[in-house]
């Protein structure tokens, strides 16, 4: 089925230790989104890419980094894990001049 | 940028009654849009309705409507007859796809 796709669906990791999320869509879109959403709070933007090869800061960039090496993939990485940024992330996805976001199912991060 | 405002952190509503969900945008935009996500219990989001500042009438979607009023610069979500599963989050989002806060809805039988 076409859609945002997110890998892995649940992680535990360490303090300190590193780790790549991986968003993949099939879809052709354009423009794609990095959200982390903490426990009874809103979806906050981490990255976004209008393009392959671009990428810019959202509203809580700090700590992470991501790549939009190819057009269907976008690759949030975060080098040293704090607890503070155990939360569920969400990617999605839109095409240019449409007014709809697809988003994938979730990745939930704990940190201890 | 724009900033959504979501005032309402929990709301009830009888079921089959209609309730509305404020959503206020702060933008110097001229042109710009409004969304309105679902999120159930089980975790997805869910596009609800989109409402463009250049049109001219509310947005509708079967049981969703939007109430937007430029000069008060709100568009809230109006869900007419509401049913037990419309119990969720909702979320409202600027054209940048910036989340508002949410409000949690729950239907009560």
């Known amino acids: 089925n076409a859609g945002v796709t997110q890998t892995p669906k649940f992680r535990v990791l360490k303090t300190g230790q590193s780790m790549t999320l991986l968003c993949a869509q099939d879809?052709?879109?354009?423009?794609m989104y990095w959200y982390r959403q903490d426990p009874g709070m809103g979806l906050r933007l981490i990255h976004y890419?209008?393009?392959?090869?671009?990428?810019a800061k959202g509203e809580v960039p700090d700590g992470y980094n991501v790549s939009r090496l190819k057009k269907q993939n976008f690759l949030l990485g975060l080098e040293s894990a704090a607890p503070s940024q155990t939360s569920v992330y969400f990617c999605?996805?839109?095409?240019?001049?449409?007014?709809?976001?697809?988003f994938g199912a979730g990745s939930r991060l704990t940190v201890l | 940028a724009q900033k959504i405002t979501q005032t309402q952190p929990g709301m009830f509503v009888q079921e089959k009654e209609a309730v509305t969900l404020d959503c206020t945008y702060d933008?110097?935009?001229?042109?710009?849009?409004l969304f309105w996500y679902k999120q159930p219990s089980s975790g997805e989001m869910i596009f609800l309705i989109y409402?463009?500042?250049?049109?001219?009438q509310n947005a509708t979607e079967g049981r969703y409507s939007l109430n937007f009023q430029k000069a008060r610069k709100s568009a809230n979500l109006v869900i007419s007859a509401s049913q037990l599963g419309d119990s969720a989050m909702y979320f409202c989002?600027?054209?940048?796809?910036?989340f508002g806060p949410g409000t949690r809805l729950s239907v009560l039988p």
């Open positions: 989002a600027g054209q940048n796809f910036v």
């Open positions: 999605a996805s839109l095409l240019a001049g449409a007014n709809v976001l697809t």
């Open positions: 409402q463009g500042s250049y049109d001219e």
């Open positions: 890419s209008v393009g392959e090869g671009t990428t």
């Open positions: 879809m052709n879109h354009e423009y």
């Open positions: 933008t110097s935009d001229q042109s710009y849009g």
